[in-house]
């Protein structure tokens, strides 16, 4: 399960700046580009999400961007707070198969 | 939004017991269901896709006399860790697809099942 790798492994931000995660993967069938938010003690949950046909998505504060040909996306947290201290996985697939993760961003936004 | 309940979500065992852990989706059908293992400070890692009405397809490494899993309907996925071991103890979780929806793509989790083997 090697196909995707994430960056950083860890990240400390300052309430109110921004939070860069990035994932590189090399299977160009992928076609679903997820970003996957987890807290401690749970399971994870769907943060946001693009498809190939576009380049980037916004959600509120979170974006997610897409660089096709450099096979990679990112994920921007805009004004960052305390509650969105977790760890965040990228998990790009195809169809019906399963969600490979990426090895994960631990996130801690300070005040 | 679609639901994904997990039972139980914490359970302690002596070693040598076999343990079974349920997933459920609660608003959809669900032909497939993916179960995961994550140790802590780790990632999420497949142990094995569950097929409705078939048997399970495990990942390399995973024994599958070890980890049974049944999915008997297209609501209910089970996997039993038999004779578990306390190095069985880790986070289980459980993830199924709305089958009716198209294009596949959003998985969704349950709340995960801590197990302890003591």
């Known amino acids: 399960q090697q196909q995707v790798k994430q960056s950083p492994q860890s990240l400390i931000v300052q309430k109110g700046g921004i939070s860069i995660i990035n994932c590189a993967y090399e299977?160009?069938?992928?076609?679903?580009f997820p970003w996957y938010q987890q807290f401690p003690g749970k399971g994870p949950a769907l943060l946001i999400a693009?498809?190939?046909?576009?380049s980037e998505k916004k959600e509120g504060r979170f974006t997610i961007s897409f660089n096709k040909s450099a096979k990679q996306f990112s994920l921007h947290i805009m004004d960052s707070q305390p509650g969105d201290s977790a760890t965040y996985f990228c998990?790009?697939?195809?169809?019906?198969?399963?969600?490979?993760f990426g090895k994960g961003t631990r996130l801690s936004v300070i005040a | 939004g679609a639901v994904v309940s997990q039972h139980p979500s914490w359970v302690i065992c002596k070693s040598g017991t076999s343990v079974k852990i349920e997933c459920r989706s609660l608003?959809?059908?669900?032909?497939?269901m993916f179960w995961y293992r994550q140790f802590p400070k780790q990632s999420l890692m497949l142990m094995a896709t569950?097929?409705?009405?078939?048997?399970?397809?495990?990942e390399q490494g995973v024994e599958k006399d070890k980890f049974l899993i049944n999915h008997a309907s297209l609501t209910l996925s089970t996997l039993t860790v038999t004779s578990a071991h306390p190095e069985d103890s880790s986070f289980y979780i459980c993830?199924?697809?709305?089958?009716?929806?198209?294009?596949?793509?959003?998985?969704?989790f349950g709340e995960g099942s801590r197990l302890t083997v003591l």
């Open positions: 693009i498809r190939p046909d576009v």
């Open positions: 299977n160009t069938a992928f076609d679903y």
């Open positions: 569950s097929n409705e009405g078939s048997k399970a397809t495990y």
């Open positions: 998990a790009p697939h195809s169809g019906n198969t399963p969600l490979v």
């Open positions: 608003d959809f059908q669900a032909t497939t």
């Open positions: 993830s199924a697809r709305d089958a009716q929806r198209a294009p596949p793509g959003e998985l969704f």
